[in-house]
């Protein structure tokens, strides 16, 4: 494919994108995962407005669905070592450089989280890292799920009234990656943690109970399901374990998803992870933050039968990225973190 890379802005220690709808037009978020800002894009790559100036510390952002420009968003999130003091902020359009921010629910080590909807109900899904630390390196408290209804209305919450969470799965350790996944139509979550990776489905009614399935009990970072090879049935893409160097796909055989491909070199420190089709076909797109520290294509080739791949880019180093299309052309929003780069690439065939 070809690629044409724009590089945006600036931004210490890049990490969070997320896609906004703000004045009825489609923008992106981008925001540090230090002590720094939040920044507005529109389409065309340019800045709109500055969000924040600080705190930081932000894992994940999420658009409040039905709103203009509304979102959620973690804060002081700064590392898995720094991290007890996170909580999640809802973050409102007031005036241009105006956002006021408030909290939803403190929450410690919270990492990844997202709203589902099932059947007209809005939930808060969130997952927090580990629960506890008393010094660096400290992974003896495991993580858990916190779930629960998100009403329409949210400006009743703040930090003396905040959203009430429940525990639906506890006892899981480095629980780092999340990935929504739409099954049987149904929007579903990808969770991956020290013991596997597991899919999580919210309640059919608004009482009933939350559903988890295990995929796969191998230690995981972050994993997506895509349909790579077009048979009808997604492969499990796998980055493992956690902040790992192994990129594998798992095909579903007899029941349980067995591997069947893995990237020949060492992708230090896997982390950024899209699934979804690219230029009207499937892929997955992986970037990695140590070593070669590159953005990698994997497609499935048709004529030969097996999995290939490309470099996007080079030595940029991705946390996170973001699929967009603008003007009927693939973009690849990455949050390049160990170059500092916010970059737009433009993916043609």
């Known amino acids: 494919m070809k690629v044409e890379k724009k590089v945006l802005e600036h931004l210490t220690k890049c990490y969070s994108i997320a896609p906004l709808i703000f004045r009825n037009e489609q923008h992106f978020l981008v925001a540090a995962e230090k002590e720094d800002r939040c920044l507005l894009f529109n ?25 203009d420009g509304q979102f959620l968003a973690t804060h002081r999130f700064y590392s898995p070592n720094d991290s007890k003091e996170s909580e999640i902020v809802i973050v409102t359009p007031i005036a241009t450089g105006d956002w006021q921010i408030r909290t939803l629910v403190k929450l410690p080590h919270i990492h990844r989280f997202d709203i589902l909807k099932r059947n007209g109900i809005h939930y808060l899904l969130a997952c927090t890292l580990k629960s506890g630390h008393e010094y660096k390196e400290d992974w003896t408290s495991p993580g858990k799920i916190y779930a629960a209804v998100l009403p329409n209305d949210l400006s009743g919450f703040h930090e003396d009234n905040p959203l009430k ?40 009614f608004k009482e009933g109970p939350w559903q988890i399935k295990e995929l796969l009990n191998t230690p995981a970072s972050d994993a997506v399901l895509v349909d790579l090879d077009e048979d009808g049935e997604k492969e499990l893409a796998v980055l ?52 070669e520290r590159n953005l990698l294509l994997f497609t499935w080739n048709k004529e030969n039968g097996q999995y290939q791949w490309e470099e996007l880019d080079k030595d940029c180093g991705p946390a996170n990225v973001c699929h967009l299309i603008k003007d009927g052309i693939d973009i690849l929003i990455s949050a390049n973190r160990e170059t500092d780069e916010i970059a737009m690439y433009r993916i043609t065939p």
């Open 43 to 67: 389409m065309a790559g340019g800045l709109v407005d500055t969000i924040w100036q600080g705190p930081g510390g932000t894992m994940s952002m999420v658009q409040v669905p039905g709103t």
């Open 165 to 204: 969470l429940e525990v639906i799965k506890e006892g899981m350790f480095k629980n780092h990656g999340y990935y929504p996944v739409m099954e049987d139509g149904v929007e579903t979550a990808l969770v991956s943690f020290e013991g596997g990776i597991c899919q999580v489905i919210p309640p059919a």
């Open 240 to 291: 493992s374990p956690f902040h790992g160097d192994q990129i594998s796909i798992y095909k579903k055989q007899d029941g349980s998803f067995q591997k069947v491909y893995e990237y020949e070199k060492p992708a230090e420190f896997t982390h950024a992870i899209y699934g979804g089709d690219l230029c009207g076909k499937p892929a997955l797109v992986v970037g990695h933050r140590q070593g």
